[in-house]
C-alpha cells in the first residue's frame, strides 16, 4: 500500500520538477509572438522578442489562465445546451402532445421556464451575453467603483501577519 503512495508522489514530484525546469529556461528564453499580448504583425514589441519582465510574464500567464477558463466555460454551456436542448425538445413535444390528447393547455406550462433555461443558456454558448456581461463590467468599474471596495478597506501584509499569529497555535514571540 505504501509503495503506491510513493509512486504516486515521486511521479509528482517529477512533474513538479519538471514544471520548474520549463519555467526557469522560460525566464531567460525569448518571449513567443503566439504568447506576447503586444504583438504587431506577428512580431512582439517587447524589443527583439526577448523575454518580458517578471512582472509582464507573470501578468501575460494570468490571461492566458482567464483565456483559459472564459474558453471551457464557452465550451462546457455549449456541451451543456446539446443536452438541454434534446431534454427541452422532447419535454415539448410529449408536453404538446399531453396538451392535445388532454385538451388542457394548462399542460403546456413547464415550457415556459424551460423556454427561459434554454434562450440563457443558448445566449451564453452562441450569443452576445458574455460581451453583455464584459460591458456591464466595465460600466461598473468606471461609474461604480465604490461598490467593488472590501470592507475595512484591502488587505496588507501587517493584517494578514496578525491573522496568522492569532491562528497559529505553536507561534513563539520572539
Same mark, same amino acid.
Given at each position: 500500500?505504501?509503495?503506491?503512495?510513493?509512486?504516486?508522489?515521486?511521479?509528482?514530484?517529477?512533474?513538479?520538477?519538471?514544471?520548474?525546469?520549463?519555467?526557469?529556461?522560460?525566464?531567460?528564453?525569448?518571449? &513567443?509572438?503566439?504568447?506576447?499580448?503586444?504583438?504587431?504583425? %506577428?512580431?512582439c514589441l517587447?524589443?527583439?522578442?526577448?523575454?518580458?519582465?517578471?512582472?509582464?510574464?507573470?501578468?501575460?500567464?494570468?490571461?492566458?489562465?482567464?483565456?483559459?477558463?472564459?474558453?471551457?466555460?464557452?465550451?462546457?454551456?455549449?456541451?451543456?445546451?446539446?443536452?438541454?436542448?434534446?431534454?427541452?425538445?422532447?419535454?415539448?413535444?410529449?408536453?404538446?402532445a399531453g396538451?392535445?390528447?388532454?385538451?388542457?393547455?394548462?399542460?403546456?406550462?413547464?415550457?415556459?421556464?424551460?423556454?427561459?433555461?434554454?434562450?440563457?443558456?443558448?445566449?451564453? %454558448?452562441? %450569443?452576445?451575453?458574455?460581451?453583455?456581461?464584459?460591458?456591464?463590467?466595465?460600466?461598473?468599474?468606471?461609474?461604480?467603483?465604490?461598490?467593488?471596495?472590501? &470592507?475595512?478597506?484591502?488587505?496588507?501584509?501587517?493584517?494578514?501577519?496578525?491573522?496568522?499569529?492569532s491562528q497559529?497555535?505553536?507561534?513563539?514571540?520572539?
Open positions: 500500500m505504501g509503495f503506491v503512495f510513493s509512486k504516486s508522489m515521486n511521479d509528482s514530484l517529477k512533474a513538479q520538477q519538471e514544471f520548474m525546469v520549463m519555467n526557469s529556461r522560460l525566464q531567460v528564453t525569448h518571449t &513567443p509572438a503566439a504568447v506576447c499580448r503586444k504583438v504587431t504583425r %506577428g512580431r517587447h524589443g527583439a522578442g526577448l523575454a518580458a519582465s517578471p512582472l509582464e510574464r507573470q501578468l501575460l500567464m494570468q490571461n492566458q489562465m482567464r483565456e483559459r477558463q472564459t474558453a471551457m466555460q464557452i465550451a462546457w454551456t455549449r456541451e451543456f445546451l446539446k443536452y438541454f436542448g434534446t431534454f427541452f425538445g422532447l419535454a415539448a413535444v410529449g408536453l404538446t396538451a392535445i390528447k388532454k385538451k388542457n393547455p394548462g399542460v403546456l406550462l413547464p415550457i415556459v421556464p424551460l423556454s427561459f433555461i434554454f434562450a440563457y443558456q443558448y445566449d451564453m %454558448g452562441y %450569443g452576445t451575453l458574455l460581451q453583455r456581461i464584459k460591458g456591464e463590467a466595465e460600466n461598473i468599474l468606471d461609474t461604480h467603483s465604490m461598490l467593488l471596495e472590501l &470592507p475595512k478597506g484591502p488587505l496588507t501584509y501587517e493584517d494578514l501577519e496578525k491573522i496568522r499569529k497559529s497555535k505553536f507561534f513563539t514571540e520572539k
